[in-house]
């Protein structure tokens, strides 16, 4: 019944959520608004697409009304993959990106005569800093539990279909968007810089959601596991795991240990290892993200 409980509460929107997203939201307008969208610099996805079909229609579409009209629908139709929360999430976050794009390109009094009201006609700072804004309102929003891009819902929809992955998918959207764009404007040169702004934003999106310190997990099959493990818990103050291994081919039976560092800590794990079991085998991977009782499983002095 306790576990039941604690389920429960996994369940059902949270009101903290919808502030970050507001902010998400807003931030993500201001880079496309202010750098990408008057340097005619497209973004990836529904988005890029909606910037393309703002500058192919009549004045009263404008990008705001592409941003619900194409994105929303593909969330609705989703929705049995994406989950109630995640719906909820992603419409309102995208909401809030299509107000404030309509604020800041009809209502508040920038001047978009020069090219960005920023950087002016720099297509570099344009697509770099757009970039950099862009990937940061996305990755705070799935950081809150949505998305702003309907292409990832629409890639679930129809990856099995295509035979493709998601980010097959994902990345096939993007080169067609940004190769029409192209040929519509005779011009590979802004699709180039579209290109730089999407990579810019798609290591932003990695970097908020992953994190500056990434945890490093280290598995180590020894022969000396209690001495070792004694002396990794002393030096490093981590808590660390022992299991059973058998070796393969000569059947010898081991022990596994399993610990999660940080970066800074890994010199330090190997010269222990190698003065404690210069046999032993030590494999390091990284770590995105760490849930325990304590960060990076930190034991407590």
Known sequence: ????????KLKGLRPLNFLGLTIAGIINAIGVCLFLYPLNIYDGG???TSILLDKLTPAWLGMSIFLIVLNIPFFLIGHNKIGFEFLIYSVYAIAIYSLASFMINSVIPFDFSGGSPVVGDDMVLGALFGGLLSGIGSGLVMKFGGALDGVEVMSLIFH??????VGTFVM???????IT????FSSWVVPLY??????IGLKTIDFIIEGLEKGK???IITENAEELAGALSEELKRGITIMDATGYYSGTSKKMLYVVVNRFEIAHLKDLVAVLDENAFVS??????VMGASKMYRRKK
């Open 1 to 8: 019944m306790a576990t039941f409980d604690k389920l429960k």
């Open 172 to 178: 096939m959207y993007n080169a067609i968007l940004f």
């Open 284 to 289: 390091i991977i990284e770590v995105s993200e």
């Open 194 to 199: 579209s290109l730089i702004a999407y990579f």
């Open 217 to 219: 997990a280290a598995l």
């Open 181 to 184: 764009a192209a040929v519509i």
């Open 160 to 165: 099995k279909k295509l035979g493709v992955s």
């Open 46 to 48: 529904l988005s890029g």
